[in-house]
């Protein structure tokens, strides 16, 4: 039976709560910074932000385990990253072409990543998440070593619309693997509104025809995505198959820094689903007990110094030099490790 956020209760781990609260913070402090460079022509290439996204993102990256569990981010999910463990300084130095980055400078923005750590690198062809980590999760299996794992990536609402998604998601139910494949339901692809995307009245409604659990819940309420998220991740490490939560927002600004989101309608941003979860979260976790107001006051100024020191150092990084570059393909080089 579906877990649904009707039958799900409030969060009662306080450290949970300001972890993730945390990771939200530091996402959003990071990417306005991101936006500022960016207006001011530092950085080059696409900036694109996960504003209002993050309760959704940070509450999936904190359920799973680095070093166990593999995550495939989408562009919105830098409260997810910061979640799962990612060091700022591999975010700063990829938007900063720092030949020290994960991408060592050959990147621009946001197609990062550590395998090795369970980190996939983000992959521009929306859907294309669900099947890689459907293949990596039966890949674990014929090894072996699938017990306990979990595999998530959180996407859009336009990738649902996509083959990959299908081709994922049906392969991953058939072979109940342990995928957790997340709708960021904005309400938008790209500027697509939903009604010219999909004639189904909800996309939850997709799950039964795909024979996985699905779950629903409000994208703006930072403690109930929390608690839903854990609740998917659980049923899906303790053997139940793909899990599918769609999580209903809407994004608060353009598809990027370079888009102005004038084809969104006033309506949509007066109502319940145009509101912040930032602000949410904040109400919600003094509410709660989890955290007082000058705590999240002295973690606002703690988390900007950290966002500044980190965009100082990648500015002060080498940048790539195209003379000295090996221009090999990743394979070519695995290959003369390996005979070396």
């Given at each position: 039976m579906?877990?649904?956020?009707?039958?799900?209760?409030?969060?009662?781990?306080?450290d949970l709560?300001?972890?993730?609260?945390?990771?939200?913070?530091?996402?959003?402090?990071?990417?306005?910074?991101?936006?500022?460079?960016?207006?001011?022509?530092?950085?080059?290439?696409?900036?694109?932000?996960?504003?209002?996204?993050?309760?959704?993102?940070?509450?999936?990256g904190s359920c799973l385990i680095p070093g166990t569990d593999v995550f495939a981010p989408l562009i919105r999910d830098q409260a997810g990253r910061t979640a799962f463990g990612e060091d700022i300084e591999d975010c700063t130095r990829t938007y900063l072409g720092s030949a020290l980055g994960p991408m060592r400078g050959r990147d621009g923005n946001i197609h990062r990543g550590r395998p090795q750590q369970g980190m996939l690198a983000m992959i521009s062809h929306l859907g294309s998440s669900v099947s890689v980590v459907a293949g990596w999760l039966l890949a674990r299996r014929l090894q072996g070593k699938l017990d306990g794992v979990v595999g998530a990536t959180c996407i859009g609402d336009g990738a649902t619309s996509t083959g990959a998604f299908h081709e994922g998601l049906n392969a991953a139910a058939v072979e109940r693997l342990p995928l957790v494949v997340v709708v960021a339901n904005?309400?938008?692809?790209?500027?697509?509104?939903?009604d010219r995307q999909f004639a189904c009245e909800d996309l939850i409604d997709r799950a039964r025809g795909y024979g996985v659990d699905g779950h629903s819940v409000d994208g703006t309420d930072f403690l109930q995505c929390l608690q839903v998220m854990s609740a998917a991740v659980s049923r899906a490490r303790s053997g139940h198959g793909p899990q599918m939560v769609v999580a209903k927002l809407l994004r608060l600004t353009g598809h990027g820094e370079h888009d102005d989101a004038s084809y969104v309608p006033r309506t949509l941003k007066d109502d319940r689903w145009g509101r912040d979860c930032m602000e949410v979260a904040a109400r919600q976790v003094v509410e709660a007990g989890h955290a007082s107001a000058e705590e999240i006051s002295a973690w606002q100024e703690e988390l900007a110094d950290k966002v500044q020191a980190a965009l100082a150092m990648a500015q002060r990084d080498p940048k790539p030099d195209p003379w000295g570059e090996e221009w090999e393909a990743c394979s070519m080089h695995l290959t003369s490790e390996s005979q070396a």
């Open positions: 579906p877990e649904t956020a009707e039958r799900t209760q409030p969060i009662t781990d306080r709560a300001r972890k993730v609260y945390r990771a939200m913070l530091e996402a959003r402090i990071l990417e306005t910074k991101l936006s500022s460079l960016y207006k001011a022509g530092k950085i080059v290439g696409g900036v694109y932000l996960g504003k209002g996204q993050e309760a959704v993102s940070a509450s999936l904005n309400q938008f692809a790209y500027s697509t509104p939903n």
